[in-house]
């Protein structure tokens, strides 16, 4: 029996040519044609002016922040149920991380949460640098709603979009809503370039900013001289290579990942005690890019602990919900506003096979191990 990833690189002879002609063109740096070339189209598919092709999302989270003025002494206000890179990278500039809670719905942040803590901060006289949005599991957040407060309380907004590329929200793109975005193309994003990251802003000035910061910081004198810290964050012009192939496959991809969930949402919506986050169906799915199907099951008495394990014995790989990271040793001593919903979520969520190279055959495994699994659930109890 073959075992079903989760979500795994999808790579055809498309990108293989442009590989090979990137290798071939001589440009095997961190920059060339190729990188020009993946920036422009990201930048044209998401609808915002500028775009630098970085080394990791990671790199561009840390960028972005640093643009916002984050440091010591400030305050970055984010969900606690992300990944850690989102966290981390308020580390690295030695600002302070305020985590806020999920809404139970779609698991992104709480926004009426999100807003009293930032009213919070403010009556505390803290200096907020920004709130860093995460738009999870390739959901956006509701931005209709968050963007008009934050522009009222004068507090800029970055977005996290490394899983959402493609998705959308009231018609604009996930990457167009912050002063800055933050992409990512690691391996098991819904695109790769094996790893690979970029920054976007309809800012010029701070785009150039970041490209200086992420090549050494080097001045424009014909030696080395560095006034500043820098760092090595640029995009190899192999791996752009990579990026533009996937990009000519992108909306094929999300129409693969969008019929494995519209499968999971019509063949596990019988089963009792359980639902898909996000709600999952088809009319909701059109703002989401469908990177990963969840499944929460708090009705049937089990916890994903087990569901994950009993799937990996069918050679089935699914996983928990990021773990909060108020729950993260490393975050346990930071402030968080909680209301318990992303505690749950943790608990009862498991992110399902949703990759664009799985078959209808693997699906199908995946729905019948799931089924077997929670009707001896439902019996059991
Ligand atoms: C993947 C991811 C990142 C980090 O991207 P890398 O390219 O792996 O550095 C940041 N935030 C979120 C929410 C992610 O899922």
């Given at each position: 029996?073959?075992?079903?990833?989760?979500?795994?690189?999808?790579?055809?002879?498309?990108?293989?040519?442009?590989?090979?002609?990137?290798?071939?063109?001589?440009?095997?740096?961190?920059?060339?044609?190729?990188?020009?070339?993946?920036?422009?189209?990201?930048?044209?598919?998401?609808?915002?002016?500028?775009?630098?092709?970085?080394?990791?999302?990671?790199?561009?989270?840390?960028?972005?922040?640093?643009?916002?003025?984050?440091?010591?002494?400030?305050?970055?206000?984010?969900?606690?149920?992300?990944?850690?890179?989102?966290?981390?990278?308020?580390?690295?500039?030695?600002?302070?991380?305020?985590?806020?809670?999920?809404?139970?719905?779609?698991?992104?942040?709480?926004v009426d949460?999100l807003v009293s803590?930032v009213d919070?901060?403010?009556?505390?006289?803290?200096?907020?640098?920004?709130v860093?949005?995460?738009?999870?599991?390739?959901?956006?957040?509701?931005y209709s709603r968050l963007l008009p407060e934050l522009e009222i309380r004068?507090v800029?907004l970055?977005?996290?979009?490394?899983?959402?590329?493609?998705?959308?929200?009231?018609?604009?793109?996930?990457?167009?809503?912050?002063?800055?975005?933050?992409?990512?193309?690691?391996?098991?994003?819904?695109?790769?370039?094996?790893?690979?990251?970029?920054?976007?802003?309809?800012?010029?000035?701070?785009?150039?900013?970041?490209?200086?910061?992420?090549?050494?910081?080097?001045?424009?004198?014909?030696?080395?001289?560095?006034?500043?810290?820098?760092?090595?964050?640029?995009?190899?012009?192999?791996?752009?290579?990579?990026?533009?192939?996937?990009?000519?496959?992108?909306?094929?991809?999300?129409?693969?990942?969008?019929?494995?969930?519209?499968?999971?949402?019509?063949?596990?919506?019988?089963?009792?005690?359980?639902?898909?986050?996000?709600?999952?169906?088809?009319?909701?799915?059109?703002?989401?890019?469908?990177?990963?199907?969840?499944?929460?099951?708090?009705?049937?008495?089990?916890?994903?602990?087990?569901?994950?394990?009993?799937?990996?014995?069918?050679?089935?790989?699914?996983?928990?919900?990021?773990?909060?990271?108020?729950?993260?040793?490393?975050?346990?001593?930071?402030?968080?506003?909680?209301?318990?919903?992303?505690?749950?979520?943790?608990?009862?969520?498991?992110?399902?096979?949703?990759?664009?190279?799985?078959?209808?055959?693997?699906?199908?495994?995946?729905?019948?191990?799931?089924?077997?699994?929670?009707?001896?659930?439902?019996?059991?109890?």
């Amino acid at each position: 029996m073959s075992r079903i990833f989760l979500s795994r690189a999808h790579v055809t002879e498309v990108e293989e040519r442009l590989v090979l002609e990137a290798l071939r063109s001589g440009w095997v740096a961190p920059l060339g044609p190729m990188v020009d070339r993946f920036e422009s189209e990201i930048a044209d598919r998401v609808g915002v002016r500028h775009a630098l092709a970085l080394s990791s999302g990671t790199a561009a989270l840390h960028l972005a922040l640093l643009a916002e003025g984050a440091g010591p002494g400030k305050v970055v206000v984010l969900p606690s149920m992300t990944f850690a890179a989102t966290a981390n990278a308020v580390l690295y500039t030695g600002a302070e991380p305020v985590f806020v809670d999920s809404s139970a719905g779609d698991a992104n942040v709480d926004v009426d949460l999100l807003v009293s803590a930032v009213d919070t901060l403010l009556a505390e006289g803290r200096d907020i640098a920004c709130v860093l949005a995460v738009d999870l599991f390739g959901r956006c957040l509701d931005y209709s709603r968050l963007l008009p407060e934050l522009e009222i309380r004068g507090v800029p907004l970055v977005e996290d979009a490394a899983e959402a590329l493609g998705a959308s929200h009231a018609g604009e793109a996930a990457g167009s809503f912050g002063h800055s975005a933050a992409l990512s193309f690691n391996g098991n994003k819904i695109m790769t370039t094996s790893g690979g990251g970029m920054l976007l802003s309809d800012d010029v000035e701070l785009i150039n900013h970041a490209r200086y910061l992420s090549t050494q910081a080097r001045q424009p004198v014909p030696w080395y001289e560095h006034t500043e810290m820098g760092f090595n964050y640029r995009m190899s012009n192999i791996l752009a290579a990579l990026g533009v192939g996937q990009l000519s496959r992108l909306d094929d991809m999300i129409r693969r990942r969008r019929q494995h969930r519209e499968r999971y949402a019509a063949e596990l919506a019988d089963l009792p005690g359980v639902r898909l986050l996000g709600g999952g169906l088809p009319e909701d799915a059109s703002n989401d890019n469908c990177w990963l199907t969840c499944l929460v099951i708090d009705g049937v008495g089990t916890s994903a602990d087990a569901v994950v394990a009993e799937l990996g014995k069918h050679e089935i790989e699914a996983r928990h919900l990021w773990k909060p990271m108020h729950l993260q040793p490393l975050y346990s001593s930071a402030r968080a506003f909680l209301t318990g919903a992303s505690e749950t979520l943790f608990a009862h969520g498991v992110t399902l096979p949703s990759g664009s190279e799985l078959s209808n055959t693997d699906i199908d495994r995946v729905i019948s191990a799931l089924t077997g699994i929670l009707k001896g659930r439902v019996e059991a109890a």
